[in-house]
């Protein structure tokens, strides 16, 4: 009887899993600085992952050796490969009635952007150095400012009425968003296999004050941007499923209780003793200066969202290998179920959106 009645609160409490996960950040963290990406359900994380798995397995198996990246170990992917550098459309909000957001310039944005080169080239100045550096890198392609009050302070509200009119080639170009949001939200941005690639709604948002040299305490050293594009490029929170055994689904970082703040010394064991939480990661809430680092199963999980879901970014050499590979298998279009998940996924947007 005991038993049954345990069970039946296993499946409830499963069932509100998924929704307290998406609550916590609303609930327990506004007003805090935290990030604002939706937080997407296991069975979903199960199904990302699984048509990962099947795409490598078909093209690794039939493509020619040293021509697509995933195929090779993460560690010898930068000696064979040149980076995978995205060039990044800046759309920066202000308000000239007020002055708002006035103070964010192309020279910032230069700045945040070899801020992120150099923490995915995995060359953060900050900690004891050594760090894996993932496969991407980030060019300014164009610089556009927009005074418009609305979507100036509303950014996270306004969002489709905005990105429908301002989004420019989201399927080869990242499209960043500055401006203002509430609740102490610093940035969202949405995963790659959310919405097709070629989707207007891709792109991240970032406030203003959270850019390198914004103004906003702990966080204004661009770490926030790191982290956003970090999302994009298919890396969960390090705390994503808490203690459970598949934390972020990346092999090499712990599985951790959750987000950290400030740059807690001893680094705390969360989960498990004698395993460290992920203080450091750019995936995780410490302060800028104690993020350094996306780790070598982060990178190499970037890598298979990218050219699983938005093969746009990748080179033209490297996508005709992919496409000889499919064809060898007898398979017409290597990225056909990704993009019918893609599909599927957007048309739920109201479901996973709801809490934003
Ligand atoms: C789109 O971006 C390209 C460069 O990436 C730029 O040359 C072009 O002007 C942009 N178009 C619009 C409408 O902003
Ligand atoms: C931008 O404005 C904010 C708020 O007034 C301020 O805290 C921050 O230091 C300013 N940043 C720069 C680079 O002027």
């Known amino acids: 009887m005991l038993r049954k009645v345990l069970q039946t609160l296993c499946v409830v409490a499963i069932a509100l899993g998924a929704m307290a996960l998406a609550h916590d950040f609303h609930d327990v963290l506004n007003g805090e600085p935290h990030c604002g990406t939706p937080v997407i359900s296991e069975r979903d994380a199960d199904q990302v992952d699984q048509i990962v798995a099947r795409f490598k397995s078909i093209i690794c ?76 890198r980030f060019e300014v392609a164009n610089v556009n400012f927009v005074d418009h009050s609305n979507w100036f302070h509303n950014m996270i509200a306004r969002e489709k ?81 808490k203690c459970s055994e598949r934390s972020d689904r990346v092999e090499d970082t712990p599985p951790q209780k959750t987000n950290s703040r400030g740059c807690p010394s001893p680094v705390p064991e969360s989960c498990t003793p004698g395993l460290y939480d992920n203080i450091h990661n750019f995936m995780d809430y410490s302060d800028d200066i104690c993020r350094w680092e996306f780790s070598a199963g982060q990178s190499q999980r970037a890598d298979e969202i990218i050219t699983v879901f938005h093969p746009g970014y990748l080179s033209h050499a490297e996508r005709s290998a992919i496409r000889v590979a499919a064809d060898r298998a007898g398979l017409a279009d290597a990225w056909a179920e990704a993009g019918r998940f893609q599909s599927r996924f957007a048309a739920r947007e109201a479901e996973w959106t709801q809490f934003l």
């Not at 992120?116 to 050594?130: R, T």
């Not at 203002?180 to 959310?194: D, K, N, Q, S, T």
């Not at 919405?195 to 709604?201: E, F, I, K």
Request: hydrophobic fraction near 30%.
């Open 61 to 136: 198996n039939n493509a020619e050796p040293g021509t697509v990246r995933i195929c090779e170990d993460v560690h010898v992917r930068a000696t064979k490969f040149d980076p995978i550098t995205i060039p990044v459309n800046w759309h920066v909000f202000y308000d000239s009635a007020t002055g708002g957001g006035m103070n964010v310039t192309t020279e910032m944005i230069d700045h945040q952007t070899d801020i992120m080169n150099e923490d995915f080239a995995g060359l953060n100045p900050g900690g004891p150095g050594g760090y894996h550096s993932t496969s991407f």
């Open 161 to 241: 009425i905005y990105k429908k009119q301002l989004a420019n080639s989201t399927d080869t170009h990242l499209n960043m968003y500055v401006g203002e949001m509430r609740g102490g939200v610093l940035g969202m941005c949405y995963f790659a296999f959310m919405y097709p690639a070629d989707s207007h709604m891709h792109g991240c948002l970032i406030h203003h004050s959270s850019m390198v040299g914004g103004g906003q305490t702990n966080y204004d050293n661009g770490q926030t941007c790191t982290h956003e594009v970090g999302h994009h490029i298919g890396l969960y929170h390090v705390w994503q499923a």
